[in-house]
C-alpha cells in the first residue's frame, strides 16, 4: 500500500512538475525582435520565442557559442554578440541560419578562437560582419571569411593585423566596404584589393602604412589613409577613369602634392597636418636624402622606396573640397587652382603664406568658403568680380594692418567674416580711399563679424550702419573707445553681441534700443553698476563675471526679469544688503547661474566684512545691519533735539534776564 501511494505521489509531482509555469525569460520581446542585453548573462535564456529575427546578446558574459546555446533560430536575421567574453564557436554553427544578415562579434576574445586554427564555417547570407576588438593577428580573419559569399561590410576595426596578404579577401568577393582602422598594418600584397570589383569604401586609417606608390583601385569611392606614417602617395599612370571621390591623408608625413589619377571624379581631398611645402610633387634630391637620414622615407639597401615621380599636370574639375591646412607652405602659384573651377572650400590656415591675391580670371571664384588663418600675411588682395559667391572668410592671426578699405565690401554675398588677431582700424562710413583703415558699413549680406584682440582704439560712429549684423565680437580689445552711436544702424537686426575684455569702466548704449539682442558678454571689464537699460530688455542671457559690481542698478533687474533666463555675476565685490532685488532676481526658478558656486556678495558685521555666497544670503544678514543704523539714527536724532531745545531755552533765559533789568531801571 506505502509503496503504491510513493509511486502514486511521484507521478503526481511530475505532472505538476510538467504543468508548472515556465520562468518568464528576463529578456524584453516587442513582436520579433527580442532585446536580452546587459543583463550579465553567462548561457543563453532557454525559452525564446519560436521566430525570431532580431536577438541582441550585446554586453553579457557568454564564453561559448554551441548548437545547445542557439538552438532553433533559423529565421533569425540579425545577431548581435557584441561586448561578451566568447572565446570559442562551434564550427557550423551559424549554416542553419539561412536568413541570417548582419552577426556582430566585435569586442569578444575571438583572438582565443582562431588560434586553434579552425574554420568558423559558412556564412552563406551573411552580409554585414563585425569583427572589431578581438585582437585578432594577421591571417587570424581567414578563419571567419573563408566561405561568405555574399559579405558586402566587414569591420576588421582595432585588431593587431600587421599585413594584408593577397588571399585575405579571395573567399569575400561581393565585399563593397572594408574597415582596417585602428590595426598596425604595415604592408599590404599586391593584389589584396584588386580581385573585389564591388569594392567601393576602404578605410586603413591609424596604421603604420608608409607610401602608396601604386594606387590602382579604379572602382574605388572612398579611401581614408589618414594617421599613417606616408610620405608619397601615387597613382599608376593608367588611361582609365577612376571612381574614387573622398581622399583622406591628413596627419601623415607627405611632403609633396600626391600623385592623383588624370581621369578622376574627386570631390573630397583632405591633406591637412603634414610636410607639405609644394603643390609640385618632385623637390631637391639633398631635401629627400635628408628626409631619408631622418626616418621620413623607408629605404631598402639605401635606397628610398618612396620617392614622388615627376608628375604631370592634374586636373581636379570636380573638386568641391581642399584642405592644405597645417603644413609649411609659404607660397603656392594661382596656376595650381587652374583646373579646380568646382572648388567650393578651400583651406590654407596654419602655413607659412605671405601673400594671397584673387584676380578676375581665377578659378577661386567658385569659393564659398576660404580659411587662410594663422599665416604670415602682408599682402592681401582681391579683384573686381572676384570671389562673387563667397560667403565666409577666415583671416584671423595674421597681425594684418594694411588693406584696401573697400575689400569686402565688394564681396557681394559675404556673411562671415573672422578678422580676430589682426591690427585692424575701422573707417568712418564717410571716409575717402585710404589703407590704413578697413571699412565694415553698407555691406548688406554680413551678419556675422569677429573682431576681437585687434588693439582697436575707437568704434566710429555708425560704423556697422547697413551691415544687418547679428553676431558682433568686440571682445579682447582693452581700452577700446565706444560711443552712444557706435552701434547705430544695429537695433533692429544684432542678436549677439561680445564686449569682454575690454576694460570698460562705463557703457553709454541703451540697450532698450536693440530689441532683438538675445546674449550679451560684459565680461572682464571694470563697470560699477551704471544702468543699461531705460526700457524693457530682450536679452536673454547675459554674462557680468569679472566687473566691479557693488550694486546693479534696480531699474537695470526690473528691466531684464522678464526675459532673462542666463545671468553670470561670479567676480563682483557685490553688497548683500544693497542688491535685494539682484537677490530676488536670483531666486526665480526659471534662471539659471551656472557661476552660482563662485558667485559671492559681502556684509558688515561687527565692524568687518564678511563674504558669503549670494545663494547663502539670509534676512538677519542685513537686519542686524540696518537695526544698528535705525537706533544710531534715533540717538542722533534726540542728540540733535536735545541740543536744540537746550539752545532755545537758554536764549529765552538770556532774553528774559536782560527784560527783567531793563524794567527795574527803567
Not at 550585446?58 to 538552438?71: A, C, D, G, K, R
Not at 591633406?271 to 618632385?282: F, K, P, Q
Request: aromatic share 6%; hydrophobic share 40%; net charge negative.
Amino acid at each position: 500500500m506505502g509503496t503504491c501511494l510513493w509511486i502514486l505521489m511521484l507521478v503526481v509531482n511530475q505532472v505538476s512538475a510538467f504543468r508548472r509555469p515556465a520562468e518568464a525569460s528576463p529578456c524584453q520581446v516587442v513582436h520579433q525582435d527580442v532585446d536580452c542585453s546587459s543583463l550579465n548573462l553567462k548561457r543563453v535564456p532557454e525559452r525564446l520565442p519560436a521566430s525570431i529575427h532580431l536577438l541582441d546578446l550585446s554586453q553579457n558574459l557568454l564564453q561559448n557559442l554551441t548548437e545547445q546555446e542557439l538552438p532553433g533560430l533559423s529565421n533569425i536575421r540579425r545577431l548581435n554578440l557584441h561586448a561578451n567574453k566568447i572565446q570559442f564557436i562551434q564550427p557550423g554553427l551559424f549554416q542553419n541560419m539561412s536568413r541570417l544578415e548582419l552577426l556582430d562579434l566585435s569586442e569578444n576574445s575571438l583572438d582565443l578562437y582562431a588560434a586553434l586554427k579552425t574554420y568558423i564555417g559558412p556564412l552563406t547570407s551573411v552580409r554585414h560582419l563585425d569583427l572589431s576588438g578581438n585582437g585578432l593577428f594577421t591571417d587570424m580573419s581567414d578563419y571567419f571569411l573563408s566561405d561568405a559569399p555574399l559579405l558586402s561590410n566587414l569591420s576588421l576595426e582595432g585588431n593587431s593585423i600587421t599585413k594584408i596578404s593577397k588571399d585575405t579577401f579571395n573567399r569575400s568577393q561581393a565585399l563593397t566596404n572594408i574597415d582596417l582602422h585602428n590595426n598596425v598594418i604595415i604592408e599590404i600584397e599586391e593584389g589584396a584589393f584588386e580581385s573585389l570589383a564591388r569594392l567601393s569604401e576602404l578605410d586603413l586609417s591609424v596604421n603604420s602604412i608608409s607610401c602608396i606608390t601604386d594606387f590602382n583601385l579604379v572602382q574605388l569611392k572612398t579611401l581614408n589613409l589618414s594617421k599613417n606614417s606616408l610620405t608619397s602617395f601615387q597613382t599608376l599612370d593608367l588611361d582609365l577613369e577612376f571612381e574614387l571621390m573622398y581622399l583622406d591623408l591628413r596627419e601623415n608625413k607627405i611632403l609633396y602634392f600626391p600623385v592623383l589619377p588624370q581621369r578622376n571624379k574627386l570631390i573630397y581631398l583632405d591633406l591637412s597636418r603634414n610636410l607639405l611645402r609644394s603643390v609640385n610633387c618632385s623637390g631637391p634630391l639633398e631635401e629627400l636624402e635628408n628626409l631619408k637620414a631622418s626616418g621620413y622615407l623607408f629605404t631598402d639597401h639605401d635606397k628610398p622606396l618612396c620617392l614622388c615621380v615627376n608628375q604631370k599636370h592634374q586636373d581636379l574639375p570636380k573638386l568641391l573640397y581642399l584642405d592644405l591646412s597645417y603644413n609649411q607652405f609659404k607660397t603656392i602659384p594661382s596656376s595650381f587652382f587652374s583646373s579646380m573651377v568646382s572648388l567650393e572650400s578651400l583651406n590654407l590656415s596654419n602655413n607659412c603664406l605671405e601673400s594671397f591675391s584673387v584676380d578676375a580670371g581665377s578659378p577661386l571664384n567658385s569659393l564659398k568658403t576660404l580659411d587662410i588663418s594663422y599665416n604670415n600675411l602682408q599682402n592681401l588682395s582681391f579683384g573686381g568680380n572676384t570671389l562673387v559667391v563667397l560667403e565666409t572668410l577666415h583671416l584671423q592671426g595674421n597681425a594684418l594692418f594694411m588693406l584696401d578699405a573697400g575689400i569686402f565690401s565688394r564681396l557681394p554675398n559675404i556673411r562671415s567674416l573672422h578678422l580676430q588677431e589682426n591690427l585692424f582700424s575701422i573707417c568712418p562710413p564717410l571716409q575717402g580711399p585710404t589703407y590704413n583703415c578697413i571699412r565694415l558699413s553698407s555691406i548688406p549680406t554680413l551678419s556675422y563679424l569677429y573682431l576681437s584682440e585687434n588693439s582697436l582704439v575707437s568704434i566710429p560712429p555708425d560704423a556697422f550702419r547697413g551691415s544687418p549684423l547679428l553676431i558682433l565680437d568686440l571682445s579682447q580689445n582693452p581700452g577700446v573707445g565706444l560711443g552712444s552711436s557706435s552701434l547705430s544702424g544695429l537695433e533692429t537686426s544684432l542678436s549677439h553681441l561680445s564686449l569682454r575684455g575690454n576694460e570698460l569702466q562705463t557703457l553709454s548704449v541703451d540697450f532698450t534700443l536693440f530689441r532683438k539682442l538675445k546674449s550679451l558678454d560684459l565680461s572682464v571689464n571694470r563697470l560699477t553698476g551704471d544702468s543699461l537699460w531705460s526700457g524693457e530688455s530682450s536679452v536673454e542671457s547675459l554674462n557680468l563675471q569679472n566687473n566691479s559690481l557693488v550694486t546693479l542698478a534696480s531699474d537695470t533687474v526690473f528691466a531684464l526679469q522678464k526675459t532673462l533666463r542666463t545671468l553670470y555675476v561670479g567676480s563682483n565685490p557685490l553688497s548683500c544688503c544693497e542688491n535685494p532685488y539682484l537677490l530676488t532676481l536670483l531666486q526665480q526658478d526659471r534662471l539659471t547661474v551656472p557661476d552660482i558656486a563662485a558667485a559671492t556678495c559681502w556684509y558688515a558685521k561687527d565692524s568687518e566684512r564678511v563674504e558669503i555666497g549670494v545663494s547663502a544670503v539670509q534676512p538677519d544678514h542685513c537686519e542686524s545691519v540696518d537695526g544698528k543704523v535705525l537706533w544710531i539714527s534715533v540717538i542722533v536724532v534726540l542728540a540733535l533735539g536735545l541740543t536744540l531745545v537746550s539752545v532755545v531755552a537758554l536764549k529765552l533765559c538770556h532774553s528774559r534776564t536782560h527784560g527783567f533789568k531793563r524794567g527795574i531801571k527803567a
